[in-house]
């Protein structure tokens, strides 16, 4: 089965300083990928995907990921917080099996606190 | 124009009861995905169903938990006899038709939150 692997599970860092989350997932065939985040007592929101094409997708709010097919992984980036990014952010796989439809599995999540 | 709508956003439950959670996908959407997040932990997917069909619920456990998507109505995901262990949020998510592979991403609801006391 396929797994996520999330590799901090707490940063903290200021204002102004550069972000960066890693996945690695490890299923051997074809996958779609996505970074979600969840704002305190909110439900998730898809902050970016990646399907096919540039390996370099950028998403909403700054953030941009990488897709590395070679090392298995989609790590997320930001070159800049804000004290709004203080959230928990969630790298998901989506197997491209039909039986598995748009079934997610995902990483344990890492929580960013941005001190202002 | 309604996103994934889950009922009750709270909900609590002495040791015993029973626990219905409701989703309604969004419009057009006709497949539905379950997932628990234990505290401290990322999401589980539970069950995968589309409408009258349980398609994986590999994610399920095995005893007192069930789930349906009928033909007319919202989602529920059913939790009978429910334990401390059942406490956490339950995340219902959506995705629109496409022969079980879409490059569609799935929609969350705000998830339901169960105490059990």
């Known amino acids: 089965a396929q797994s996520v692997s999330q590799h901090n599970h707490h940063v903290i860092l200021s204002e102004a300083a550069s972000l960066e989350l890693g996945c690695n997932y490890s299923?051997?065939?074809?996958?779609?990928l996505f970074w979600y985040v969840q704002y305190p007592g909110q439900h998730l929101q898809l902050l970016l995907k990646y399907f096919s094409g540039d390996p370099l997708v950028k998403g909403i709010k700054g953030f941009e990921a990488e897709f590395i097919k070679s090392k298995f992984s989609f790590n997320l980036r930001k070159p800049s917080v804000q004290w709004s990014d203080t959230a928990e952010y969630f790298c998901?796989?989506?197997?491209?099996?039909?039986?598995?439809?748009?079934?997610?599995?995902f990483g344990g999540g890492t929580r960013v606190l941005v001190k202002p | 124009n309604a996103g994934v709508m889950q009922n009750p956003r709270h909900l609590v439950r002495r040791r015993g009861q029973e626990a219905r959670l409701r989703c309604s996908p969004m419009?057009?959407?006709?497949?539905v995905y379950w997932y628990r997040q234990l505290p401290e932990e990322g999401l589980k997917f539970m069950v995968y169903?589309?409408?009258?069909?349980?398609?994986?619920e590999s994610g399920m456990p095995k005893e007192r938990f069930s789930a349906e998507f009928p033909k007319e109505g919202p989602s529920i995901l059913r939790i009978q006899q429910v334990v401390r262990g059942d406490s956490a949020a339950y995340f219902c998510?959506?995705?629109?038709?496409?022969?079980?592979?879409?490059?569609?991403?799935?929609?969350f609801g705000d998830g339901t939150r169960l105490s059990i006391l």
């Open positions: 419009k057009g959407h006709s497949h």
């Open positions: 998510a959506s995705s629109p038709p496409g022969g079980g592979i879409s490059n569609q991403p799935q929609h």
């Open positions: 299923y051997g065939g074809t996958v779609n």
């Open positions: 169903l589309q409408k009258e069909n349980i398609i994986d």
């Open positions: 998901a796989v989506n197997p491209l099996v039909k039986a598995a439809g748009n079934k997610l599995t």
